[in-house]
């Protein structure tokens, strides 16, 4: 199967920092990477489609320049919330794309718990 | 819109087989996806139904009704482990991924 490392697993930070989670694909290479965010008892809501070599697609409600994407090569892909603050505390998924047995499925990384304090 | 439905909460009882529906309106489809999802933790594949009809793997089994807009899972023998949430998520004609808001099933011993 596919795996997509994604880390770190918690972070606590002040309000006011900048968090970078770093999600991998660890033996396939993903043109395409998703994140998401979920808040508890909610579903996931998909942030931005992050591309390689391009610039992501953000949905609509989430600001590009609070949620920086970069998916510099075709196994890394970084969100950077800058400025954090505690509206900002959830839970943040990564996913790859990955054709498996003649179909496109999505792995999705261990995810990680942002507290901002 | 786009829109999945499934229960929001569902009780087993441990040994026992359990059901959990999805229905969608989407514009296209382009695959059915099963995930669990643990709390606090990120969800895990379980199945994917592209064409009408059942696939089984293991204790676990996917049913797609395109026509019906229409989809369960099925859980045999149920263990207490398998408490967690399934959500249900279907790639529209884009390639989108238009997620449900997950069923929270609980087991009982």
């Known amino acids: 199967g596919a795996v997509v490392s994604q880390h770190p697993s918690r972070v606590i930070c002040k309000s006011g920092t900048s968090v970078k989670i770093e999600c991998r694909s660890l033996d396939f290479q993903a043109t395409t990477m998703f994140w998401y965010r979920q808040f508890p008892k909610q579903s996931l809501m998909l942030m931005a489609t992050?591309?390689?070599?391009?610039?992501?697609?953000?949905e609509q409600g989430v600001e590009k320049d609070k949620f920086l994407i970069n998916h510099a090569s075709l196994t890394l892909s970084t969100l950077t919330v800058t400025s954090a603050h505690p509206e900002d505390s959830s839970f943040y998924i990564c996913?790859?794309?990955?054709?498996?047995?003649?179909?496109?499925?999505?792995?999705f990384g261990s995810g990680t718990q942002l507290s901002v304090l | 819109g786009q829109n999945i439905d499934q229960p929001t909460e569902m009780t087993a009882t441990e040994g026992a087989i359990v059901q959990i529906n999805c229905t969608y309106q989407t514009s296209g489809f382009n695959g059915l996806f099963w995930y669990q999802q643990h709390a606090g933790e990120a969800p895990t594949f379980l199945s994917y139904?592209?064409l009408d009809g059942l696939e089984e793997k293991g204790r676990f089994s996917s049913f797609l009704s395109r026509s019906k807009g229409y989809s369960y899972l099925l859980l045999k023998e149920l263990q207490m482990k398998d408490s967690a949430s399934y959500l249900c998520a279907v790639t529209d004609s884009n390639y989108q991924l238009i997620w449900g808001a997950g069923t929270k099933l609980i087991i009982k011993p």
């Open positions: 996913s790859a794309s990955a054709s498996l047995q003649g179909s496109e499925k999505l792995f």
């Open positions: 992050s591309n390689e070599g391009s610039k992501a697609t953000y």
């Open positions: 139904n592209v």
